[in-house]
């Protein structure tokens, strides 16, 4: 399976003020690739306003994303990192500094997505965000633990 992730799907402390800006923007860094539609945008905006919180996966980290069938053209997911962490209500794991959008363009391309956010978290990739703020050092970091995790 192949999941696109490039240097446009990443974006570093941008000034974003409120969670429901911050789904939007990483959802349109997808929508200009082709991996999912503007619908598909809209479904993660209500997605969130009917789940809340459930979002956070875990400290300073929240997974926007909807159902394939709401607009997944193709796999992948954007990574965004905010200068000032929003409060997206959840008590344990609030404020949120990044936000990883992903697309599944099928249920086990959605699973596997989920496994590979995951596989991130469990690298320290918040607290890697934290201290490292250069665009190519990101990148290699997030390449590499995309090959060690679909190896």
């Avoid at 490039?6 to 349109?28: D, M, V």
């Avoid at 250069?134 to 633990?145: A, G, L, N």
């Amino acid at each position: 399976m192949d999941i696109i992730f490039n240097h446009s799907l990443l974006s570093l402390n941008k000034e974003i003020s409120t969670p429901e800006e911050s789904i939007r923007y990483a959802g349109q860094l997808m929508a200009n690739q082709g991996i999912c539609s503007e619908a598909y945008i809209d479904e993660m905006c209500h997605v969130f306003q009917v789940f809340g919180s459930a979002i956070v996966l875990d400290y300073g980290i929240a997974m926007p994303h909807a159902r394939p069938e709401k607009g997944a053209l193709k796999t992948g997911f954007s990574l965004v990192t905010v200068v000032n962490p929003l409060n997206f209500g959840h008590e344990e794991f609030d404020p949120i500094k990044v936000v990883i959008a992903i697309s599944g363009a099928d249920a086990d391309s959605h699973i596997k997505m989920i496994q590979l956010i995951a596989t991130l978290i469990e690298s320290g990739i918040v607290d890697f965000l934290e201290n490292e703020n250069d665009h190519h050092t990101v990148m290699d970091f997030i390449q590499r633990e995309m090959e060690e995790s679909l190896c």
